[in-house]
């Protein structure tokens, strides 16, 4: 470079070296961009194992909650169901009660039967509205059991997709860092 600078010719000697130095250097360029490079990639390769977490654990946490909302219905139902069949057991003995009077007095219920039809109707009626309200209960405990289980997916869906794109983010942007290592080295 002094005699460069000096303006004298330059040997093919100090051409070779002058190359030699060129080279040395340009690789020693290029193993920093390759060390920056392998950095950045492992950064980049721990952020990613860190969403993934993340999100290993978000889906974790809605299994949870799936879990613990059915076993809440479950629970439900297993009282319901309790409660209907207590309430057809004490239908039972009463019917079976009423029975054994009409056996025994029959003669003498013979002017009541229109006043004891005319109750067993209205308990009818009455059981047929409480079972319909319990249907109805029913009806609206599942309804909402599934507007907010398909909440539950929207919100994981938006969320997939936040994280696809993010993803996606990240690739273009490696696809730009690599492109720019790329023509940093071929300007080098």
Do not use: W
Request: avoid cysteine.
């Amino acid at each position: 470079m002094k005699k460069v600078e000096s303006g004298k010719k330059l040997t093919s000697e100090d051409l070779v070296v002058l190359m030699l130095g060129m080279f040395r250097e340009t690789n020693r360029r290029i193993d920093d961009l390759n060390k920056r490079v392998d950095t950045l990639f492992e950064a980049l390769s721990k952020r990613i194992d860190a969403l993934e977490n993340e999100i290993n654990e978000r889906f974790n946490a809605y299994d949870e909650k799936m879990a613990t909302l059915d076993k809440k219905i479950d629970d439900k139902f297993a009282i319901l169901d309790r409660k209907i069949d207590e309430r057809f057991a004490v239908l039972n003995n009463r019917i079976n009660e009423l029975d054994k009077k009409i056996d025994e007095k029959v003669i003498e219920l013979m002017r009541e039967i229109n006043e004891v039809d005319s109750k067993a109707e209205s308990r009818s009626n009455s059981l047929s509205a409480k079972i319909d309200l319990v249907n109805t209960r029913i009806d609206a405990v599942y309804s909402e059991l599934s507007r907010r289980i398909n909440e539950l997916r929207d919100k994981m869906d938006a969320s997939n997709k936040v994280l696809g794109e993010r993803i996606d983010r990240l690739y273009e942007l490696l696809g730009r860092i690599y492109e720019a290592l790329i023509r940093q080295v071929g300007n080098a």
